[in-house]
């Protein structure tokens, strides 16, 4: 069946550093592909979405590319702030958007300034 | 425009209680999906509903259920409880049954059993 696997945390960076968070997935076809976003007592927030091989997914300074040939959605962002500490969730939908969201463990990131 | 609304946000049961959460979608939002969040397991899927017609269903007990109203509200239940139950539910709206545009979540309903 289809699943999600993205890197343990948590991961600690410094502001205005450089973040990577990977996400691989496992999925028949065509998946959709997203990236959610957790902040502390809150539900998730979309963050971005790409729905198609080579589509890029941007939102807030974040972006992930869906790599067929990898089967990787890894999420970026090229100079993170103390706002951004939060949990982060990758997540497929099946090809036909009829199966529901399937969620990776999640990803904390905590930024110190 | 009002978000998903999830009632009660906290609740504190004993085993072998029941309970119900409510969920109210986004205005116009016909589907909605319930969700297990747990430090150990993670988010995982209970069932969805769309319509009033339960769509899909997750890999949990029959002590878990729900149901949707005409007016897309969403009620679940989980009877018996156990020690194990204790975790933040979460429910998400959309417009439709497919995920590809993306679900709306509410801030969820933690649950504590004792």
């Known amino acids: 069946g289809n699943s999600v696997t993205q890197m343990e945390g948590p991961v600690t960076l410094s502001e205005e550093a450089f973040l990577t968070i990977n996400c691989t997935y496992t999925a028949t076809g065509y998946p959709s592909l997203f990236w959610y976003v957790q902040y502390p007592g809150e539900g998730l927030q979309l963050l971005l979405k790409?729905?198609?091989?080579?589509d890029k997914g941007s939102n807030k300074g974040f972006e992930a590319t869906y790599r067929k040939e990898t089967t990787s959605f890894h999420l970026e962002k090229g100079s993170v702030q103390v706002s951004d500490s939060a949990v982060y969730f990758c997540a497929l939908s099946g090809p036909s958007g009829n199966t529901p969201l399937v969620f990776g463990k999640g990803t904390r990131l905590s930024v110190i300034a | 425009k009002a978000g998903v609304t999830q009632t009660p946000r906290y609740l504190i049961k004993t085993r072998g209680q029941q309970v119900t959460l409510s969920c109210s979608p986004i205005?116009?939002?016909?589907?909605v999906s319930w969700y297990q969040q747990t430090p150990g397991q993670g988010l995982q899927f209970l069932f969805e509903y769309f319509s009033e017609t339960q769509r899909n269903k997750g890999n949990f007990p029959g002590r878990f259920s729900g149901r949707q109203f005409s007016n897309s509200r969403s009620e679940m239940n989980v009877s018996t409880l156990e020690l194990g139950d204790s975790a933040l539910y979460l429910c998400a709206s959309s417009l439709d049954y497919s995920a590809t545009n993306g679900y709306t979540f509410g801030s969820g309903t933690r649950l504590t059993v004792v």
């Open positions: 205005s116009g939002h016909r589907s």
């Open positions: 790409a729905t198609k091989a080579d």
